[in-house]
């Protein structure tokens, strides 16, 4: 019998463990959907009499022992109630009862004047498990839960117990990862956060508030890692997003730092945040915290002063001489990443005081490499060498940051370059020149806007100095050992070697007609590079293809263009990459321990590793071509190219089978590039290839063909609106052909197509030429 159950189910609650009460429901309750949902509902509706006879009994001044031990029963039940809704199978026996747990049980008790404190912090710790569940089902009732605690409930009153702070900050915590926007809005409960994080003394909850605290200061950054950004053994090329991107990065937290919001938070509970995390410098997660914090009062804060404090207190502690010392190492690297994070996000462009004192610490962050090196020559054991590599790693990161934000770095170019056998990192050299050409187009940018000649012709005159320098010195420093690098004929650091591939691309990228004296010698050599490391070129392709992409767009500047490059760019590289993409094998290292399991996730993995390198092959070039378009059609070489690229769209289209999530993703950028040929070069095709149009419908014809075939099998991914992106892509290839050719009309497409429905031969007998036809006219 259900209610004989139920009421031994009630009497259990009062003397067992929350944990078994649940395992216990979930076993004899919820054993199929109709039945979990029934029971469900007993169990709410049992608690709803529970309340009402509470409420009843408190208003009557009943036996105070008995109403303590009904309300006692009351919050065991909220709590197993809040927690069933996290393991119950079922879920939508569950969601459709969530309205009235929270609008008859919950939210009556929380609000209630006579509910205790106790009360009120079980039921939010039940409101806090749905959240967590249900986050967009019940996001309108968090205002209700947090205005509350906002208004009526003093978080700061004496007496408050640590339990009851503890069910508040995981109710944040939760909160901020469904809303945070909602926490945003209402912040005045941050405050009283940092007030009781200020005063706390118990360990745990310290920590426990230096977490939510952090996040909720994160949420405002635009940069957020707070992690050191090592890839000695990564071989993707992480700047890049891959066809796996889902494009669903319009959430909350990263439309946060967007939105150009205030600081609401007072100052002076800001200033006393700061020195408590100084005071506890020694904990990683302060660090970490601090960074956040000097990040956030650089963005939001207008009076630099505080943000100015924070980088004068790193200043200090990085200036002791014992940062070395073997009980200082870990403190000392945790304070170097820390401050990455504030440094990342400095606002500091308009603030003198903030870029001078970002340059001292430029100059101490140089010392302080200096020092660990020096030490570590002293002391030659594991210790202090894992003590330099992570140090110097962390140094780097600081020193990119604070040289993207530096106004004019040429002041600072010979000290800088003096560090740099010590730095040894393609990447910072590459920043280093970046912001020395950034400061070139500034000059060029406040010449164009200046009225007076004499100022004028002094920014001109400057402007022509610090090119020559860039021409003569720091670019050939930079970049002739980083071109030397690649053509050694062993590869021996491939990290080491990846980042010099990208510094290579971000130089041309950044100095655009001052590179130049410098093309010749970066295109054959990164050419060179493809062909001499063949066997691991699954490591480096990313890297080579975005730099390349990087080298192409420098021929919108017609002056830079020589037929050569393009031709040995694709030819070379890209139609290599493309036409031999099943022999690339990954380079795994040493395989020789991994089981027949491991060997066949290794293969999986090989083939999305492999897919997006063709894929970024494929958007590159449809991305690259029309814009330097000019320079191929004076080039009488480019009818070799856009045929030997049509040729090889022409093998895939409608000719191999698109199986896989990465086939289908690949195929979706062949027809891209298809259409960008005949869009942009169909009068190459037209001379090189006769009869091409006739070669492109009946393979477009074929392609949709087997989409048809995967829609009727339900293999075929649909978006939102259940349309398939390749079948609209596919008929949008058709067009641009169509397009190309003013000679075609209705009547002649008719035609053809006729002649392809009784001509083309299929295997598959379900195939409807004709609808095909019709999807096409």
């Known amino acids: 019998d259900v209610s004989e159950a139920f009421e031994t189910f009630f009497k259990a609650i009062q003397i067992s463990d929350p944990n078994n009460i649940v395992n216990y429901f979930l076993k004899n309750f919820c054993t199929d959907e109709q039945t979990t949902s029934d029971n469900i509902n007993r169990f709410i509706f049992v608690l709803k009499i529970k309340s009402k006879q509470i409420k009843l009994n408190i208003s009557n001044n009943e036996n105070k022992e008995v109403l303590k031990s009904d309300i006692e029963l009351f919050k065991k039940s909220l709590i197993i109630l809040g927690t069933l809704s996290r393991y119950v199978k079922y879920s939508s026996s569950f969601s459709i009862y969530l309205s009235d747990i929270i609008e008859n049980l919950l939210l009556p008790h929380f609000i209630d004047e006579s509910s205790d404190d106790d009360t009120k912090m079980q039921v939010l710790s039940s409101y806090t498990s749905l959240l967590q569940c249900y986050e967009d089902t019940i996001e309108s009732y968090s205002l209700q839960f947090i205005e509350y605690l906002q208004k009526s409930f003093d978080i700061n009153k004496e007496g408050l117990s640590n339990a009851s702070i503890k069910t508040i900050i995981d109710f944040i915590v939760i909160l901020m990862q469904a809303s945070p926007l909602l926490v945003i809005k209402n912040n005045k409960i941050i405050e009283s956060l940092i007030k009781i994080y200020c005063s706390i003394k118990d360990e745990n909850l310290y920590e426990d508030l230096t977490q939510v605290l952090g996040q909720y200061f994160q949420l405002y950054l635009p940069y957020k890692s707070s992690k050191n950004e090592e890839d000695d053994d990564e071989d993707t090329d992480d700047d890049e997003d891959d066809f796996e991107s889902d494009g669903n990065g319009n959430s909350n937290n990263n439309k946060v730092s967007e939105m150009n919001l205030e600081n609401e938070i007072s100052i002076s509970l800001l200033e006393n945040l700061s020195k408590l995390l100084f005071d506890n410098i020694n904990k990683e997660s302060s660090t970490i915290f601090l960074g956040i914090l000097c990040g956030y009062t650089s963005i939001y804060i207008k009076d630099k002063s505080l943000c100015n404090n924070i980088f004068s207190s790193y200043l200090e502690i990085l200036k002791k001489d014992n940062i070395c010392n073997r009980e200082n190492r870990k403190i000392t690297v945790n304070i170097i990443d820390s401050l990455r994070i504030g440094v990342s996000n400095a606002a500091i462009r308009e603030s003198n005081q903030l870029q001078e004192t970002l340059i001292n610490i430029f100059k101490v962050l140089l010392d302080c490499i200096g020092d660990i090196k020096e030490y570590v020559k002293n002391n030659l054991n594991k ?124 130089i041309a990228q950044s100095t655009k007609e001052f590179y130049q004296p410098f093309l010749d010698t970066t295109v054959e050599r990164l050419c060179q590079f493809v062909a001499k490391n063949w066997k691991s070129i699954s490591r480096y392709a990313p890297s ?174 649909l978006d939102k609106n259940q349309k398939s992106q390749r079948k609209e892509i596919c008929l949008n290839t058709f067009k641009s052909i169509v397009l190309s050719n003013p000679q075609f009309n209705k009547e002649n497409l008719v035609e053809l197509l006729k002649e392809f429905i009784n001509n083309t031969k299929s295997n598959q007998n379900d195939i409807d030429k004709h609808q095909i036809k019709k999807d096409l006219l």
Not at 403 to 426: H, K, Q
Not at 493 to 498: D, E, G, N, P, R
Not at 591 to 609: C, F, H, R
């Open 383 to 506: 210790g202090s060498q894992a003590f330099f590599q992570r140090s110097r790693s962390s140094i780097i990161l600081n020193l990119m940051a604070i040289i993207r934000v530096v106004n004019d770095f040429f002041e600072f170019s010979e000290e800088f370059l003096i560090y740099a056998p010590v730095l040894a990192d393609p990447l910072i050299f590459s920043e280093f020149i970046t912001s020395l050409t950034r400061n070139i187009d500034s000059i060029s940018n406040t010449i164009a806007t200046t009225i007076s000649e004499e100022e004028k012709q002094s920014l001109i005159s400057k402007r022509q100095t610090k090119i020559s320098l860039l021409l003569e010195n720091y670019l050939p420093k930079i970049l002739n050992p980083l071109l030397s690098e690649i053509v050694k004929p062993i590869q021996k650091y491939k990290s080491m070697t990846i980042h010099v591939i990208k510094a290579i691309g971000n």
């Open 544 to 717: 080579i293809i975005t730099t390349l992409d990087k080298v192409l767009k420098l021929f919108t500047i017609s002056s830079l263009y020589k037929p050569i490059y393009l031709n040995s760019i694709i030819q070379q590289v890209y139609l290599k990459i493309l036409n031999n993409s099943n022999s690339i094998q990954l380079d795994n290292g040493d395989d020789d321990d991994k089981d027949d399991d491991e060997e066949d996730d290794q293969q999986d993995k090989d083939t999305d590793v492999i897919s997006k390198i063709v894929f970024k092959v494929l958007t590159s070039l449809t991305e690259t071509l029309p814009i330097i378009k000019n320079c191929l059609q004076v080039d009488p070489n480019s009818t070799n190219i856009t045929k030997d690229l049509y040729k090889y769209l022409i093998g895939q289209i409608g000719t191999e089978e698109v199986i896989f999530d990465a086939d289908r993703y690949i195929r979706l950028a062949q027809l891209d590039l298809l259409t960008e040929l005949y869009t942009h070069f169909s009068n190459n095709l037209q001379f090189d290839i006769p009869q091409h149009e006739s070669i492109s419908f009946k393979h477009i014809f074929n392609e949709l063909g087997q989409i048809q075939i995967a829609l009727e099998l339900g293999e075929e991914e």
